[in-house]
């Protein structure tokens, strides 16, 4: 029998939906009897109760055991767990709004080689820079990369370079991205310049814009 408490999922489902606003990115990452717990872009989860309106003009009209209803202009669109959804804003390229957290930092899900990882933004990384726990977890064999070696604050590290078939995060997703993998000392995968180069950023108040470039 099915717990009516809280169904806490590791897997996202994203839903990115557009219209004459900009494109919101949606993730649902858990669900109550009458409420949903979701990720609008790339903000700290939030619990929305049936009737709420999430972002957008869109709405929250239903929830299920294992999905949510979403609605904007009348049109509705199921979100269900460990699926993607995504439609990109006919308006402009795929793009995404990040909003910061309490310490400022830019923080988003993601996708790697079609698996879900938190990623916090960092122009200060010229790669993308994953922990060994979570590059395992995408199942990516880093020590067939290539070695190198890493300066940080607790000295010199090992690092292994490789190559991602995919990174996505919203509507974005860019193919054959380099990337290091670290065995120590990085508690998050880190969305460095080997991504945001390909995309425009673009800061509106304390809002973060990267749109798609090639």
Known sequence: MRSTSCVLVSLLAGLSLAGNAAAADIDLVGVFPGKAVLVVNGAAPKTY???????????????????????????????????????????????????????????????????????????GASLIAIPASDATRLGINYKQGRQGYSSTANGVKVVYRVTLDSVRIGDIQLNQVDATVHEEGLPITLLGMSFLNRTSMRREGDMLTLSKRY
């Open 49 to 123: 109760s049936v009737g709420n309106t999430v972002t957008d003009g869109i709405k929250l009209t239903s929830v299920g055991t294992e999905s949510a209803v979403l609605e904007q202009n009348g049109k509705r669109q199921t979100l269900k767990l460990g699926e993607h959804f995504n439609r990109t804003s006919p308006s402009g390229p795929a793009s995404i709004t990040l909003h910061p957290d309490s310490q400022g930092h830019y923080l988003t899900h993601g996708q790697i080689n079609g698996g879900t990882v938190r990623m916090l933004v960092d122009t």
